[in-house]
C-alpha cells in the first residue's frame, strides 16, 4: 500500500543534541512537507521542498533544517539551537503543490 | 495576513448531526479542507472542496461552502462514537496551507 512512514514514532533528545526524524513516501509525490503541533494548536510549517534538491523555508524554519536529495525522502533534523522542540512533527506529501496533502503518522519528540 | 478561525469543542449524542464550523480570510482560497485526527494520529484527509463550488457530499460528510461570508461547514450525519476526534479546517491559495486550531469532537451514548 502506498503512503507515508514516519520514524521514530517517540524520540528524546538530550540538552545540546541534534536528532533527525525520517520521512518516506511512496506515492510518487513531488511535493513534501514538515509541521509541527503544539498541544491545543493547530499546524505549523516548518519546511516544505517542491522537488528534488529544493526547499523552501516556512513559518517557522528557525532551529530545523532539511534535505531533499531523494524525491522519496524528506528528513527533518531538530538542532540544538531549536530551544523550544518538544512537540509532535508531522510529515506531509502531495501530488505537487496546492494538491490535498496527506499525512504521515507523526513522531513525537521529547527532552530528556 | 492568512487566519482560519474554529470552536474549540463541539459535544453531540450518538446518531445526531454534527455541524463543525470554520471561518477562513483569505478570499483568493482555492481549495478548503477537512482533516480528522484522532489521538496520536496523523492528520487524515476527510474531504475538500474547491472555491467555485457551493456544496460537497461524500457519504455522511457535507461540506458548505459561502464565499461570500468565507465560511465552511462540515456536517457529520448519523454522528458516531468512532467520530470523535479532533476536526482541522484548512485554506490554501499557494504552496501552503494554513490550518485552523481544530475543533474537538465529543460522541456521548
Known amino acids: 500500500d502506498g503512503g507515508i512512514t514516519q520514524s521514530p514514532k517517540y524520540l528524546f533528545r538530550k540538552e545540546g543534541q541534534n536528532v533527525t526524524l525520517s520521512c518516506e513516501q511512496n506515492l510518487n509525490h513531488d511535493a513534501m512537507y514538515w509541521y509541527r503541533q503544539d498541544p491545543g494548536q493547530g499546524l505549523r510549517l516548518i519546511y516544505y521542498s517542491q522537488i528534488v534538491n529544493d526547499f523552501q523555508k516556512g513559518d517557522i524554519a528557525e532551529g530545523y533544517s532539511v534535505s531533499r536529495e531523494k524525491k522519496e525522502s524528506f528528513p527533518l533534523t531538530v538542532t540544538s539551537a531549536q530551544k523550544n522542540p518538544t512537540a509532535f512533527y508531522l510529515c506531509?506529501?502531495?501530488?505537487?503543490?496546492?494538491?490535498?496533502?496527506?499525512f504521515g503518522d507523526g513522531t513525537r519528540l521529547s527532552i530528556l | 495576513g492568512e487566519d482560519v478561525e474554529q470552536s474549540l469543542f463541539l459535544s453531540v449524542r450518538e446518531g445526531d448531526s454534527s455541524v463543525i464550523n470554520c471561518t477562513y480570510t483569505?478570499?483568493?482560497?482555492?481549495?478548503l479542507y477537512w482533516y480528522k485526527q484522532e489521538p496520536g494520529a496523523g492528520l487524515q484527509l476527510l474531504t475538500y472542496i474547491f472555491s467555485n463550488m457551493d456544496m460537497k457530499q461524500d457519504q455522511r460528510l457535507t461540506v458548505l461552502l459561502n464565499k461570500k461570508d468565507k465560511h465552511l461547514s462540515l456536517r457529520i450525519a448519523d454522528t458516531q462514537t468512532g467520530d470523535s476526534a479532533i476536526y482541522f479546517c484548512?485554506?490554501?491559495?499557494?504552496?501552503?496551507?494554513?490550518f485552523g486550531t481544530g475543533t474537538r469532537l465529543q460522541v456521548f451514548p
Open positions: 484548512a485554506e490554501s491559495n499557494t504552496d501552503k496551507l494554513i
Open positions: 483569505d478570499s483568493s482560497s482555492t481549495y
Open positions: 506531509a506529501s502531495s501530488s505537487v503543490s496546492r494538491q490535498p496533502q496527506h
